[in-house]
Nanobody
Framework: QVQVVESGGGLVQAGGSLRLSCAAS???????MGWYRQAPGKQRELVAK???????NYADSVKGRFTISRDVAENTMDLQMTRLNAEDTAVYYC??????????????WGQGTQVTVSS
């Protein structure tokens, strides 16, 4: 059983910064953790993900602005978001995976946290 909980969303002005955190309680080893987001009327999309070895992958739209980090031993993960713009407004979901070399998101999702960027 894996439970995933996000925190840190909120309202921020364009150009500002926000930090999201995720904590997972798991008896399984989590190979990949990541952040996904879903804006109104759009499909859920990958924002960034990080493996247990520290390899990261970012969506082109957030490269250079967002930084993902992770504490493997503690099963926690952060997303530092800077230079936010209106297009970053979405519900952000933490995702965790226990498969090795997975394709696509893992089976474990948090409840989501709203990020709203005002212009």
């Amino acid at each position: 059983q894996v439970q995933v909980v996000e925190s840190g969303g909120g309202l921020v002005q364009a150009g500002g910064s926000l930090r999201l955190s995720c904590a997972a309680s798991s008896s399984e080893f989590l190979t990949v953790m990541g952040w996904y987001r879903q804006a109104p009327g759009k499909q859920r999309e990958l924002v960034a993900k990080i493996t247990s070895g520290g390899t990261t992958n970012y969506a082109d739209s957030v490269k250079g602005r967002f930084t993902i980090s992770r504490d493997v031993a503690e099963n926690t993960m952060d997303l530092q978001m800077t230079r936010l713009n209106a297009e970053d407004t979405a519900v952000y979901y933490c995702n965790a995976d226990s498969r090795w070399n997975p394709t696509g998101p893992g089976a474990y999702w948090g409840q989501g946290t709203q990020v709203t960027v005002s212009s």
